[in-house]
Structures are given as C-alpha cells and as structure tokens.
C-alpha cells in the first residue's frame, strides 16, 4: 500500500509495534497513580511486575517498527548507495514552484515537530528541584542528569544522522518520535539510577529528530524559500519548545509532581506520529537510492499540476550532469575527506565553541558579573533586560540570510561572537565596572550565539550531498552539544572563574571557525541543492 509516498513497507508491522510500545509506557502508570495520596512519590519502591514487562514490550515495539520503516535490504545494510542518475533538471520544477500548501503543511508538522524535541530536554530545570528533593540527593548529584541527557543528545545527533541516510528522513523522524515516547517511563522510575538511563535515552531521540527535520525540509523547499524557512523554523521550533515546557510545569507539576513532566513524553511524541500522513519522504533521499517511482510521487505532492515536469533526459535537457558518484560510501569519515572537509572543519570548530560558549560561559556569566561589581539581583535583571534585546535578533538573522547570503551572515555573527568574547576579556583585564558597557558585552553576546545556532544546523543541512546531509547535519549538531559537555566539565574544573580565560580561550575558537568558514564556505541563496554541490567542487578545486 503506498499513497504519496507516506505508506510504509510493512504498516501491520508498524503500527502493533507502536501500540506494543504504548502498551509498555501505560504499563507504568498503575504504580504512579497508586502513589497520588503520597503527591506522586515512588523513591524506593520495587518496581511492579507490569513495570518490568512494559520495559521488554517498549524496545521490542521499536524494532518492530523499524523493521517496518526500513528500505529494502540491500539499501539499507550495504555502505554505498546504488548507482543513480540523479539530474539537477529532475529538481528544477521542486525548486521552482511557489510557496504552496503543500510546502506550509509539512513545515508546520516540523515545526510541531521540533518544538516537542526541545519540549523534553527543556524540562530539565523544571524537575530538578523536585527530582532532588524526592531522591534525597545533591545539586551536584542531580546535575548528573543533565550532562547525561547532553551526552545523549551529542550521540543521538550522530546516530540518526546516520540512520536518516540510510533508512530515509521520515523514517528517522518517526523512530525518533516513538523512542521519545518509549522515554516517557522515566516518569515513573523509583530511583535516581534509572531516570540518568531513561534521560540518557531521551537526550538520544531528541538529539535526533533536530537534524533530521532540517534535512527534510532543505530537501522539500523551493530553493528561493528554503534558507529563511530553516532559519525561522529552529527560531520559531525552539521558543514554541521551551514555552510548551514552561507551560507544562506551571500547569502540571503543583498537582501531579515533576513526573507529569516526564509522563508528556507519550501524548507529544503521539502527536508526532499521528502527523506522519503530512510527513512525506524526501523525493531526492528516494532518487539517491534509485527508488525513481517512488521519488516521483513524493515530488508530486509538492509540484501539483506541473508534476509533469518532472522527465527524463530529452532535446531540451540533454546529458544532465550525474551528481552522485555511483557507490558513494556513507560514513562519517567522509565528512572529512574531499571537497567537504574544510567546510566540515568550520562548522565543527563553530559547533564546539557555540557549546563551550552557551553552556559554560554564559551560565557562569551571573558569576563573573557579580565579580566585576553588579549585585546579584543586578546582575539577574541585566541578564534579563539583555536577552529582551537579543529577541528581535533572530528577526535580522532571518533577514540577512534570506537577502543577504547565508554563509557571510554566519561568519557575520561568528564575528561579533568573538568581539562580545573579547570584550569581555577587556573588561576584565583593565578593571571596567561601568554598567551600560557591562550590559552591552551581555546583549552582544546573547544576541550573536542565538544567531550563529539559528544558522549553524540549517546551514550544515544545504551544503552536504544527499546521501550524507543527514550524517553531516547530525554531527555538526552533535558538535554544539559536544562543546556543552566539554563546557560543563571544564565549569567543574574552575575555567569559568577565570573570566578573562574563558571568554578568550572560546573568542579564539570563534575566530578560527570563521576565517576557516570564510575562506572556503559557499553561498546557498537561492541555490538549488544539487547546484550548491557543483559550486562546492568548484571551490575546492580552486583551493591550493
């Protein structure tokens, strides 16, 4: 059965896995519910018999459904894709048509997408308190889940990456989404021990979903709209996600404890998988593998009336060039071989200093503002009133990469990254305590790193060959958590406290990734994908 593409290969297969994976998490709610008169405390308690069956029936609903989504055999477990003729004219009626229905459904479904991904992970703040308290456990104990659940998204990023070059886009996407769902028991899990590998399992699904979404859409949208559309679906994906976990525990957590938080894992994961009839796989993913019937449908669904267009080549397109060498390999050692390399090198060192940069300097930065003498509540409201004139930044970001061009707007904003960095750094050196100049350095930076992550991924998702866009958005994303994980290690470590140190050790990473990314990046404006790639060889071969 296959309608549009949207079918699977195996959907008896597919949908009794996800209810078997449903099954298990419900499995888990008599023990919560029958600990309401206790506010919803199960620290200690021995796990039920229907507990420990659920856990066995979740990961066997996931290989269900996998082996439901999977392409055939031959494509999905051998390294290399088959031999394909993939023209630029194949695409040219995808790139060149409006902005149309179709086109806006499926960027909506992604949208919901993302923000029930950062939905998750963005409850984090929220529990703790809570899941402290009813474990008995530090603040420096507790801490362990998060930098669990970041190494769970720095691997999860690699990992699907992959599977969405092998298996395809909307495959990885609804995977993805039922791990995320098979994650909401760590609602009810009665000791800590468990909940840091149910957190790190869900850092993994949602690390994920992020790169794939981007990958999907750069592969779907007319080439004239896609860069503001990916820019503005992680601006509008990500503050949709935190204020949906925001808004959760506000509503949920005063009566039913911080588990709830962790139990809306299922019903939002749902929603993504009761939204796959709009979640169609990407026509050039199905080309790449020579799945050409299919390939054209999936582009149909985007190309209305003018579907015909889509043809061989004939007169008026004759010997179109092949873009995908026969039996490319996927691996990640690609990424760093060839005309991509020095490109990959870039957004690897940008992704690792953005994480070093967000998750280390700016959350010791109400530390050091204190230092350099604002008051702790000061130095809270100037963190407040900074990111208040950081939010219409991604309004300017999406402008300058729409009209302007896509890799000069990153550099752009890698630069006044590392100007904000050391700014600070001169501050600190010669003892500066003005408060305007102080509040300034702070609005820089918080609204510099929120543009250079808004175009980090999207940008990753247009310059790689399709059968390694999803690999190469992955690891690019898994490279921001990455530099997370490294910037909450070296917190530990005293860094941090060394404001000067710090925000230059990160100003200099900044600076590299941009020379790197301005020296050997490409513009995608307005590019079609298989253009971009032409231009990519172009680049490299002129580099000495």
Request: overall charge positive; charged content about 10%.
């Amino acid at each position: 059965m296959r309608t549009g593409s949207i079918a699977f290969r195996h959907p008896l297969a597919f949908w009794t896995g996800s209810a078997l994976l449903v099954a298990g998490v419900l499995l888990h709610l008599p023990m919560y519910l029958m600990a309401a008169p206790m506010h919803y405390r199960l620290a200690g308690m021995p796990m039920s018999p229907g507990m420990l069956l659920g856990m066995a029936l979740i990961p066997l609903g996931l290989c269900l459904a996998g082996f439901a989504l999977a392409p055939p055999r031959r494509m999905a477990m051998d390294g290399t894709t088959p031999v394909t003729r993939t023209h630029r004219h194949d695409f040219h009626v995808a790139d060149g048509v409006p902005l149309n229905r179709a086109h806006l459904t499926l960027v909506a479904v992604l949208v919901v997408a993302l923000a029930v991904d950062v939905m998750k992970p963005a409850t984090l703040g929220f529990v703790m308190p809570g899941l402290t308290g009813e474990y008995g456990i530090s603040k420096e104990v507790g801490a362990l889940l998060a930098l669990v659940a970041l190494t769970g998204t720095t691997l999860g990023s690699v990992a699907w990456g992959w599977i969405g070059d092998r298996f395809g886009r909307r495959a990885a996407v609804l995977l993805s989404a039922l791990m995320f769902m098979g994650t909401a028991i760590c609602g009810a899990m009665p000791s800590f021990g468990w909940n840091l590998v149910m957190c790190f399992l869900m850092g993994a699904s949602a690390g994920g979903l992020l790169p794939i979404t981007f990958t999907l859409m750069a592969e779907a949208i007319p080439a004239a709209h896609r860069g503001w559309l990916l820019v503005a679906l992680g601006g509008v994906g990500t503050s949709a996600g935190y204020l949906l976990a925001a808004g959760a525990a506000a509503w949920l957590e005063p009566g039913y404890s911080w588990r709830a938080l962790w139990l809306l894992g299922l019903p939002t994961g749902a929603v993504i998988i009761m939204l796959n009839h709009w979640i169609p796989e990407s026509s050039r993913f199905l080309a790449s593998q020579g799945r050409w019937a299919e390939a054209r449908v999936a582009l149909a669904r985007f190309t209305g009336a003018r579907k015909a267009g889509v043809e061989e080549d004939s007169p008026e397109h004759p010997g179109a060039p092949v873009l995908d060498d026969p039996h490319v390999v996927i691996g990640l050692k690609q990424l760093l071989h060839g005309s991509h390399a020095a490109l990959t090198r870039g957004l690897l060192i940008c992704g690792m200093a953005w994480g070093l940069a967000n998750f280390g300097f700016l959350l010791w930065l109400p530390v050091n503002l204190v230092k350099l003498g604002i008051d702790p509540s000061g130095a809270s409201r100037l963190l407040a009133d900074s990111a208040l004139i950081a939010l219409p930044g991604i309004g300017l970001v999406v402008w300058l990469y729409h009209r302007w061009s896509t890799v000069r707007s990153l550099v752009l904003f890698i630069g006044l990254t590392t100007v904000a960095l050391a700014t600070f750094v001169a501050l600190d050196l010669l003892d500066v305590r003005q408060a305007w100049l102080i509040t300034l350095a702070t609005a820089g930076l918080l609204v510099s790193v929120s543009g250079v992550i808004a175009m980090l991924i999207p940008y990753a998702a247009e310059i790689y060959p399709v059968h390694l866009r999803g690999t190469g958005s992955g690891v690019i994303a898994a490279s921001s958590k990455f530099g997370g994980i490294l910037g909450a290690l070296l917190g530990v470590a005293g860094l941090f406290e060394h404001l000067a140190l710090a925000a230059g050790s990160i100003a200099l990473a900044m600076l590299a990734a941009g020379i790197t990314l301005l020296r050997h990046g490409v513009e995608t404006r307005g590019l079609s994908l298989e253009a971009i790639q032409v231009h990519i060889r172009g680049a490299a071969l002129k580099t000495p």
